[in-house]
């Protein structure tokens, strides 16, 4: 069974830095698309950053020069790399991935992925 397993939240003070891990169980590098996407509770997981099996990326608005996502495709490992966080970027973060992408406009789409991991908290006050 395909797993996604995330690693690398916690609690930091406004500002500083954090990088998000996903260990895939399969690779998604060769035809599929990886993503993460946030939930607060009571809320709609919204789509954060995505990355296709050639390597092209697409960002949320509100974490545009902020984040940054990555793969090292040899170990399966998805990272988000998260500069300058603010309060308001406390979340649940999950890794989400499919094998064969849709449109790359439907992206930061939920419905876009198949398979999720558990998630981890993100926790940004001071």
């Known amino acids: 069974q395909v797993q996604l397993v995330e690693s690398g939240g916690g609690s930091v003070q406004p500002g500083g830095s954090l990088t998000l891990s996903c260990v895939a169980s399969?690779?998604?590098?060769?035809?599929?698309?990886m993503g993460w996407f946030r939930q607060a509770p009571g809320k709609e997981r919204e789509g954060v950053a995505a990355i296709s099996s050639t390597g092209s990326t697409t960002y949320a608005d509100s974490v545009k020069g902020r984040f940054t996502i990555s793969k090292d495709n040899a170990k399966n490992i998805l990272f988000l790399r998260m500069n300058s966080l603010k309060p308001e970027d406390t979340y649940m973060y999950y890794c989400?991935?499919?094998?064969?992408?849709?449109?790359?406009?439907?992206?930061?789409?939920?419905?876009?992925?198949?398979?999720w991991g558990q998630g981890t908290q993100v926790t940004v006050s001071s």
């Open positions: 399969t690779s998604f590098y060769i035809s599929g698309c």
């Open positions: 989400a991935a499919q094998i064969r992408c849709g449109s790359w406009y439907f992206a930061l789409h939920r419905a876009m992925y198949n398979y």
